[in-house]
């Protein structure tokens, strides 16, 4: 079984960081696609970072150079580091993966609050 287990969350003043965690098992991070993605209540769903089986990395121009998506082969985690950062940051951000078959799975999200 696949899953994917996001924590890290929580309440940051602007201009603070945060870590996000995905845990992964069923899956090996370091042969998918892994990403980020966030959502406000009705808004869309947002990719934020992505991080191939190559490591090649991509970012939404909204978070370049304040985010950074990493991953630990050793402990099938991915992680988002996010800096400076803003009320509009403010989301449910989920974890999602893309298998080597195609498979998408998507982890139960972790809510981040930015706001004084």
């Known amino acids: 079984q696949v899953q994917l287990v996001e924590s890290g969350g929580g309440f940051v003043q602007p201009g603070g960081s945060l870590r996000l965690s995905c845990a992964a098992s069923?899956?090996?991070?370091?042969?998918?696609?892994m990403g980020w993605y966030r959502q406000a209540p009705g808004e869309q769903r947002e990719l934020v970072a992505q991080?191939?089986?190559?490591?090649?990395?991509y970012y939404a121009d909204s978070v370049k150079g304040r985010f950074t998506i990493s991953r630990d082969n050793a402990r099938n985690t991915v992680y988002l580091q996010m800096g400076s950062l803003k009320p509009e940051d403010t989301a449910v951000y989920y974890c999602?993966?893309?298998?080597?078959?195609?498979?998408?799975?998507w982890g139960q999200g972790t809510q981040v609050t930015v706001s004084s």
């Open positions: 069923g899956i090996i991070v370091s042969n998918s696609a």
């Open positions: 999602n993966a893309v298998g080597s078959r195609g498979q998408i799975y």
């Open positions: 991080i191939s089986r190559y490591e090649h990395t």
